[in-house]
């Protein structure tokens, strides 16, 4: 049983940048596609990115684009999320996803993730 685990979570002022991490707890993630999304208080969780395992398709929520950046390192076994120029708006709870041996179909979709971490907060003060 994969269990991500997040790290990196914190607190930074608008402009700012963190970078988020997540392993594999209890196993590795194998050829599984991974992702992160994220929800804010009083809303719905939302997809933020994705990146298939081998690294060839990466996906990003528009409103991240051109800011955040997914990568993956396979002999760490380790999903990496960069963010740079951070909004307040970007204030969330960040959770990993992994999705078991069947890929997405549509990586924005919550249910199409099987494994999910237990969440690292981000806040952006303005």
């Known amino acids: 049983q994969v269990q991500p685990v997040e790290y990196g979570g914190g607190s930074v002022q608008a402009g700012g940048s963190l970078r988020l991490s997540c392993t594999a707890s209890?196993?590795?993630?194998?050829?599984?596609?991974v992702g992160w999304f994220r929800q804010a208080p009083g809303k719905e969780r939302e997809f933020v990115a994705a990146?298939?395992?081998?690294?060839?398709?990466?996906d990003y929520a528009d409103s991240v684009k051109g800011r955040f950046t997914i990568s993956r390192d396979g002999a760490k076994n380790t999903l990496y999320l960069q963010m740079n120029g951070l909004k307040p708006e970007d204030t969330a709870v960040y959770y990993c996803?992994?999705?078991?041996?069947?890929?997405?179909?549509?990586?924005?979709?919550?249910?199409?993730?099987?494994?999910w971490g237990q969440g690292t907060q981000v806040t952006v003060s303005s």
């Open positions: 209890g196993g590795t993630f194998g050829s599984y596609s």
């Open positions: 996803v992994a999705s078991g041996t069947k890929t997405p179909e549509v990586v924005a979709m919550p249910y199409q993730w099987t494994y």
């Open positions: 990146i298939s395992w081998f690294g060839f398709n990466r």
